[in-house]
């Protein structure tokens, strides 16, 4: 039995549940995928833009674009089915592919969290705006009534 970095050569149900495995995390990647919309919108099936904005007239936005991150859309696996999976080097073409296809994702993960940290700024800004303009508007409109009806007493009693 000869020994490959793949597993054992000429080893039929070893090379048919690699198959099998590889497979199922590719179909695994689409279902995940397809779950991942929110709000009706799905940024990672690529066929949506999310337009976040940020002030009364729209002035002020920012648009997120969505990737196909199903395995046959950017991460490149389209020719799966064409693999030889008793040959080394098609199985090397698919590593190396799973390699490029960790650095798409990578990339896209990126560019999300970075649309994501500008969205939690702004919110965050936006908040303690509100909290501010509530604080001082209350500050200028809630009346310590203990006060006035001193006030009152005094303006009375000096008549």
């Known amino acids: 039995m000869k020994f ?3 597993g ?5 149900a070893a090379v048919l549940k690699n198959m099998s495995n590889f497979k199922m995390v590719m179909n695994q990647i689409n279902q995940a995928v397809n779950d991942a919309s929110y709000s009706g919108k799905n940024l990672l099936l690529g066929n949506a833009t999310m337009n976040v904005i940020f002030n009364e007239d729209g ?3 920012l648009n997120v674009q969505g990737n196909n991150m199903t395995y046959d859309g950017d991460l490149g696996f389209s020719n799966i089915t064409q693999v030889d999976w008793t040959r080394s080097g098609s199985i090397q073409q698919a590593i190396d ?8 994702l990578r990339t896209v993960a990126a560019s999300f969290g970075a649309s994501q940290s500008i969205i939690q700024a702004r919110s965050d800004f936006a908040n303690s705006m509100i909290a501010t303009l509530h604080d001082g508007a209350d500050s200028l409109t809630l009346a310590d009534m203990n006060e006035l009806a001193a006030n009152s007493l005094a303006l009375s009693t000096q008549r």
């Open 4 to 6: 490959t970095k793949f």
């Open 8 to 12: 054992v050569a000429n080893d039929t």
């Open 59 to 61: 002035s002020s936005h």
């Open 97 to 104: 592919q799973a390699t490029k296809a960790t650095t798409t």
